[in-house]
């Protein structure tokens, strides 16, 4: 089973970035891939995300399908609840 590949986008120093990335990482391992990238290294993902990180995308074969925005205060097993929700509506590749 392949297990499904969420993105993260973020920057350094954004501490939305940095609590959402905490949470993902607790209930990622055995469950899904997270890759995260940091939008500063890139002049396309800086403009497309600059005003609105930190941004969830789950990867859906060759294209990303954008997630609504976590609230930040929703605890890990919350996310990953709201997770369980969009893996089963979408197939991943």
Avoid at 17 to 40: N, Q, S, V
Avoid at 68 to 82: G, I, N, V
């Amino acid at each position: 089973m392949t297990l499904p590949h969420l993105v993260l986008y973020s920057k350094p120093g954004c501490h939305l970035c940095a609590g959402l990335r905490e949470k993902l990482t607790a209930i990622a391992p055995g469950w899904f891939h997270l890759e995260e990238r940091d939008i500063t290294t890139n002049a396309d993902w800086w403009e497309r995300y600059q005003y609105e990180i930190p941004v969830l995308a789950l990867v859906n074969g060759d294209r990303e399908v954008r997630l609504p925005r976590l609230s930040p205060r929703l605890s890990a097993a919350q996310c990953q609840a709201y997770l369980q929700q969009w893996f089963t509506r979408l197939p991943t590749a």
